[in-house]
């Protein structure tokens, strides 16, 4: 099929189409003859179907326990209390259990990490453990060996010469204590905590200021005022979930006389947290020191122009300029908090506590803790690789780091390692780096093992094992024990000795208690006092423009091109490459999946003549990768963002080959943003997998939007959206209860957490690149992408786009064996046994949420994949339809228990899987006569609409208009798209002919 | 007079084939429909060997035990659920404990491997029945499982059908009887629920699809 791409050239009439061309022309490579016998053929096979169908089911078979287990009860699922560890943070989470199979991983609420969400990683470390590709033994040069023999002559070594580990960063107690154990065992023993999205630079700017490095914890409920210094802090950065809780506590707003928070963002490429920021200042990553250096001028009262590069004066840094003013402002009257994200310098966290200092919200906004990671400031990567290179290492152990695949290529890692005398290394699965060392240690996955690990806060969260391990597997803990002499490690010996040593029954129970709970309450960290000890003279360099860095003035379109790195939102540093949920994940902004591309801005794009889907080579810090281009709305000029964890090539077969390895072109001294040594298209085109390739409303009135002052001026501005329409349908039948979510677009951030926990929850299958490319993505819950404003300076809005559940649904009408069709209690069913596949009603269908499975997806699933099924979800075969349920099957339970009990469901007592895991709380679900649950008071807001409701479809989804608080002292952003924003205004853009 | 063509019994003929060409076709489609209700595809009354000589008869009406000693979480699951071997060993321990019939059962305890029974009740595809709900509505054993303590070898009664299930589900009163449903001498006439689940104002949702296919 001859179809092009979402984007043409600058020079085409319309610069944004909604279609491409050519998607009205007849298909080129089927004709009328050919289809009309494919269409025969096809009858007469289908003939054949009903006798397949009818033949005997063969006699299953029961295998009942042979021992008696009094918590185990068949049919009826358990949740345990554990964690997930990203780098040394634990998120406390539920994860439950069917049958002892681990099937889906919910938020612990009693966790301050979590509150009941979690992460798009969190969700998807349940299909980790059931990666088929996992390491199923130990490896001795290539052949396999006795785990338990390895691990005995482990123990048997003392005083080992030039030993070094290089791990991830760990907050485990009990690690720690090992870790000690070692260094005593064998002295001068040397390790190394890294990662390629390393923390480093937050601890050194505490260091810097404060004398000691010190986590900040920062207080975004109490907030009201923030700026955002490339912080995600809504989905990149440790706490996420808990911070997004936090915020959208004094973000989202009841009613048009209440407050809301502002917020400000300066970042080089759209983020989560970008895309809910009322001032958007696209800025390069190393020109945040300026705007931080400025702004510490601006809210201590000095101008701020002497703090910005010369050449930021003229007309081009006027943005900046009035920026940085606004923001300063309002965090000095205002309670305010700036935020430096993880990716600056040590700078720029510096100059981010002075302003907070100076504004008086340290203590109030945010306050410091020790941090939760082991020797925060120890040796890194850099530190091993200069003593790899001295040849004073003699024995290496790695555990989960991935240095041949993640290492910038300066530090000579890929040389020197190899001339260690002695390599073990210890992860999930084989990669690249394990098959350059001697011996392969199995880890066991965390779902597998007992352990501890800290929250952000410092809270001690237990790791419970769910399942008997699948394959032979150590823990690290286990293994670091190993090394500290004993030769049978043993975790659970080691949580019960430390958390729980008694052994009496009071003992026993207390310890059955804390397990439950998860977590050991009150070991949070005690608040540190943190007073500034900086001189004035490291003040003023701080706090003077840098003199000439390689990257230009803001805004500017001279210099080089500055090459960000981005850990990916979808398999973060590559860690997660084996997964295919994650590979399929459609990332926040540009909708890509399987792969990474060079992403950039229109005028940039424009600039080195080339367009989406274009392959450019990018050379940079001695590298140079191809990599399509993907031209991105509100990306800086004159950069290219690039994400991190593509192009592997020991991954396995789902990893392997997917996107490009950018980690070639990083530097270990500038490993975020980096100046380009050259880049030029190659010529060759690679067509990457997008799910929406449009991001315009063309003034349809879908995603809603408006100021605060619009609001309160017309708090009904959404009144054409939500009243109804004349209709000549018949009533429907009313019942008496009806189910129904609502969705406040305020405080969504796109995060993705609610797609991936859908697909975890309904078994939804992944179908490949391939298939997203001809738009057969099965997500029965996706993210649309409306993009409003300008290129340069776009406000987006994120709208959950699921099942609508219509009073009056079209698909209803049209399906001709009433396999969909409406249930009392309000719920659009469908029925996978009676559907033929007509797909009538997914053509009828004006919201797009109904999926097809074209092929078997389930069929080409791994085995042990498809242990993490939900029984109590259908797994649904080819040739039927498909869509979000509003998770009947959690609906239908609690209907079960309510009945069993003579009761009604209860307010609350059904939470859907989107519901449960969203971090910032935009869902809301639940029976709409249960009137003091949040889902029906936000239903009753002013700014509550329909999608399409013009269409009659009476949706039971509402959605809550997104509001912005733009600061007065700051222009207006202009709208290209006239009307979309007015309520009564006609919208020009509309083709002829469309709808009606 | 031009010949005749075809003799006067071709019209029958011509008739007969019509009515047979129509029937044939409605046959396509009505004779997989009464197939895939028969007995034999529903696997009614058919008398499945066990790999344990499994006696109901005795075990309910000599020894008086009642269906949740074994099927434990009928009350509390969807699944009533098949006894582990722990649970025949807890008398056959006492009792019994060297015979013959128990050699599977023993030889299971002792080496932790579980015994492969056979599933007599085997639901059709995508349905998902819930034991628990039906038990605390007074919807009795034997409503559906039959007369298990007649029985030498279990064998389904019931045919499974969909049409049987909405049976009751339509008319829900024509199952409910006794509070004490697990006895194993249920009468029709201990009718006690009636009214109470009558005027539930749920009973709409008994008929919907998703309360079994979801």
Request: aromatic share 8%; net charge neutral; charged share 20%.
């Amino acid at each position: 099929m001859n179809r092009s791409d979402r984007s043409l050239p600058l020079a085409a009439v319309d610069p944004d189409p909604e279609f491409p061309p050519g998607v009205d022309q007849p298909p080129a490579e089927l004709d009328r003859r050919r289809m009309i016998q494919l269409l025969a053929a096809g009858a007469a096979l289908a003939g054949l179907g009903p006798i397949a169908g009818c033949m005997k089911k063969p006699s299953d078979r029961i295998m009942p326990r042979v021992d008696q287990r009094p918590e185990l009860t068949p049919g009826v699922a358990l949740d345990y209390a554990t964690a997930t560890v990203m780098d040394g943070y634990a998120t406390g989470v539920l994860v439950t259990t069917h049958e002892a199979r681990p099937t889906k991983v919910e938020g612990n609420p009693d966790h301050p990490a979590s509150l009941g969400a979690t992460s798009v990683f969190d969700q998807a470390s349940v299909l980790q453990l059931y990666d088929p590709d996992r390491a199923t033994g130990a490896l001795d040069r290539g052949t396999p060996a006795e785990l338990a023999t390895l691990v005995r002559q482990i123990a048997g070594r003392e005083r080992i010469e030039g030993l070094w580990f290089l791990l991830h960063p760990q907050s485990s107690p009990l690690i720690e204590d090992a870790i000690a154990r070692i260094r005593a065992r064998h002295p001068g023993a040397r390790f190394a905590f890294d990662t390629p999205v390393s923390r480093r630079a937050v601890f050194e700017g505490s260091r810097l200021v404060f004398g000691r490095p010190l986590e900040p914890q920062y207080r975004f409920d109490r907030t009201d005022a923030i700026v955002a210094l490339d912080a995600d802090f809504l989905a990149a950065m440790p706490n996420a979930v808990r911070w997004s809780r936090d915020f959208a506590a004094r973000r989202r707003i009841a009613a048009p006389q209440a407050d809301m928070s502002r917020l400000y963002v300066a970042e080089p490429h759209p983020t989560p947290t970008g895309s809910l920021a009322d001032h958007a200042l696209a800025v390069r990553g190393s020109e945040l020191r300026a705007i931080a250096a400025a702004l510490l001028a601006a809210v201590e009262g000095r101008a701020i122009e002497r703090a910005l590069p010369a050449a930021s004066a003229g007309a081009e840094g006027e943005g900046a300029r009035r920026w940085i003013a606004a923001a300063a402002r309002d965090l000095r009257t205002r309670r305010g908090l700036v935020v430096v994200g993880d990716r600056q310098p040590r700078e720029v966290h510096a100059l981010g506590h002075l302003i907070n200092q100076a504004i008086g919200a340290v203590g109030s906004t945010v306050v410091f803790t020790r941090p939760a990671v082991i020797e925060p400031l120890g040796d890194d990567l850099a530190a091993l690789a200069a003593a790899l290179a001295a040849g004073r290492v003699q024995t290496l152990v790695i555990a989960e780091a991935n240095p041949l695949y993640t290492a910038p290529p300066d530090l000579g890692v890929a040389v020197h390692l190899p001339r260690v005398p002695e390599r073990i290394y210890a992860d999930l699965a084989e990669n690249e780096t394990s098959r350059a060392c001697h011996w392969f240690l199995p880890l066991a996955h965390a779902m597998e093992s007992w352990g501890d690990a800290r929250g952000y806060d410092g809270t001690v969260t237990f790791i419970q094992p769910l399942i008997q391990p699948l394959h032979a597997g150590i823990t690290l803990l286990e293994l670091l024990s190993a090394f500290a002499g004993d030769p049978e490690p043993d975790g659970h010996r080691a949580v019960r000795a430390r958390y729980a040593p008694g052994t009496g029954d009071e003992a026993t129970a207390a310890w059955q208690a804390a397990l439950q709970r998860g977590l050991v309450t009150g070991s949070a960290f005690a608040l540190e006092v943190a007073a500034v000890r900086l001189g004035d003279a490291e003040r003023a360099t701080l706090a003077a423009p840098p003199g000439d860095p390689a990257p230009g003035p803001m805004g500017q379109m001279r210099g080089q091109i500055e090459l960000v790195f981005e850990p990916s939102p979808a398999v973060y540093d590559g860690r997660f490459s084996a997964i295919p949920w994650l590979q399929e994940l459609p990332k926040p902004f540009d909708k890509l999946t399987w792969g990474n591309a060079a992403r950039m801005s229109r005028a940039t794009a424009a600039q080195l003549g080339v367009g989406d889907h274009d392959v450019v080579r990018i050379v940079a810090g001695g590298g140079a990768v191809t990599v399509p281009v993907l031209i991105l709305p509100g990306h800086v000029d004159r950069c290219v963002s690039l994400e991190l964890g593509y192009g592997r090539w020991a991954a396995g077969p789902v990893g392997d080959g997917v996107g490009s390895n950018v980690y070639s072109l990083r530097t270990s001294d500038r490993p975020w943003f980096a100046p380009a040594a050259g880049i030029a298209a190659t010529g060759e085109r690679h067509r990457l997998a997008i799910t929406q390739e449009h991001q315009r409303q063309h003034g349809r009135q879908i995603a809603l939007e408006a100021t605060l002052d619009e609001y309160r001026r017309d708090p009904d501005f959404t009144r054409e959206r939500w009243q109804s329409e004349p209709t000549m349908l018949a009533p429907q039948f009313e019942s008496f209860f009806h189910w129904g979510m609502t969705i406040d677009t305020t405080i969504c951030s796109g995060c993705n957490a609610c797609v991936i926990a859908c697909q975890a929850e309904n078994n939804v299958p992944t179908v490949g690149a391939d298939q997203v490319r001809r738009n057969r993505e099965m997500h029965w819950l996706r993210i649309d992408l409306y993009r409003e404003g300008g290129d340069d300076d776009p406000r987006f809005i994120h709208q959950p786009m699921l099942c609508q559940h219509c009073a009056n649904a079209p698909c209803e009408y049209v399906c001709p064996t009433y396999a969909t069709q409406h249930s009392p209690d309000g719920l659009n069913e469908m029925i996978y046994n009676r559907c033929i596949g007509t797909r009538f009603c997914s053509n009828n269908c004006p919201y797009k949420v109904r999926r097809f499975n074209w092929f078997d997806f389930t069929e080409d699933t791994a085995r042990t994949r498809q242990l993490q099924y939900n029984p109590n979800v259908t797994v649904r075969s080819r040739g039927v339809m498909e869509k979000c349920t509003y998770c009947v099957q959690r609906i239908r339970a609690a209907d079960i228990a309510a009945r069993k009990q003579r009761r009604d469901i209860r307010p609350g007592e059904v939470v859907t899987a989107c519901q449960q895991v969203c971090p910032t709380g935009a869902i809301q679900f639940g029976r709409l006569d249960h009137d003091r649950t949040l889902n029906v008071q936000w239903r009753g807001e002013h700014r509550h609409y329909a999608v399409l409701n013009q269409l009659g479809t009476r949706p039971s989804t509402v959605y809550l208009a997104k509001i912005w608080n733009p600061s007065s002292d700051l222009p207006v952003r202009l709208d290209e798209d006239t009307g979309a924003t007015e309520g009564g205004a006609q919208d020009p853009a509309k083709p002829p002919g469309a709808e009606r | 007079m031009t010949p005749r063509l075809y003799p006067p019994w071709s019209n029958l003929v011509y008739r007969g084939a019509l009515v047979l060409l129509f029937a044939g076709a409605a046959s396509l489609v009505i004779v997989p429909m009464l197939y895939v209700r028969t007995p034999y595809n529903t696997s009614q009354f058919q008398p499945w060997s066990q790999p344990v000589e499994f006696d109901h008869r005795h075990h309910v009406r000599d020894d008086g035990i009642e269906c949740l000693y074994c099927h434990s979480s009928a009350e509390r699951s969807a699944s009533a659920g098949v006894p582990p071997t722990a649970v025949c060993m807890g008398c056959h321990s006492q009792v019994w404990q060297q015979s013959p019939l128990l050699e599977v059962v023993r030889r299971s305890y002792f080496s932790g491997q579980p015994i492969s029974w056979r599933r007599v009740h085997q639901l059709p595809g995508f349905v998902y029945f819930d034991h628990s709900v039906h038990i605390a509505h007074g919807f009795p054993c034997e409503r559906c499982h039959g007369d298990v303590g007649r029985m030498a070898r279990v064998t389904q009664v019931a045919p499974l059908t969909m049409n049987w299930c909405l049976d009751c589900h339509r008319d829900f009163q024509a199952g409910v009887g006794s509070e004490r449903v697990t006895d194993n001498a249920w009468t029709s006439s201990m009718r006690m629920l009636f009214k109470r689940v009558a005027s539930d104002r749920r009973v709409t949702l008994l008929t919907t699809c998703t309360t079994c296919h979801r």
